[in-house]
């Protein structure tokens, strides 16, 4: 669950912010990511890696599943009309980040 720090929403695992909605199209050049379909605690690609080529909807992202404060997993690619995103559970945090600054903006 989150909590309210100066009538700001923070998540209960990272202590930062609740995200607002960013919405990015792209014009010109597609933007090159790294994509990983499993990244561990660690920050090693595990599983599908790779890179990704960007269209003009897209960005890059980096998906990440804490416990408390302490990264379990992740994920990064591309991304259609990408939504930055904290969400709390019970026990988990997940957290979406995207950007679209810079070819390979979304290492983890």
Excluded at 50 to 78: I, N, P
Aim: net charge positive; proline share 3%.
């Amino acid at each position: 669950m989150g909590y309210i720090l100066n009538g700001v929403p923070w998540c209960c695992a990272t202590g930062q912010p609740w995200g607002g909605v960013m919405i990015s199209w792209r014009v010109g050049s597609a933007l090159y990511c790294f994509h990983c379909d499993r990244v561990n605690a660690s920050g090693v690609c595990v599983s599908g890696e790779r890179f990704c080529e960007t269209t003009a909807t897209e960005q890059c992202y980096v998906k990440k599943v804490y416990e408390g404060t302490t990264v379990l997993f992740g994920y990064q690619g591309c991304r259609n009309l990408c939504f930055p995103f904290m969400g709390c559970s019970h026990k988990y945090t997940v957290e979406l980040t995207c950007c679209n600054s810079s070819s390979f903006c979304n290492k983890f």
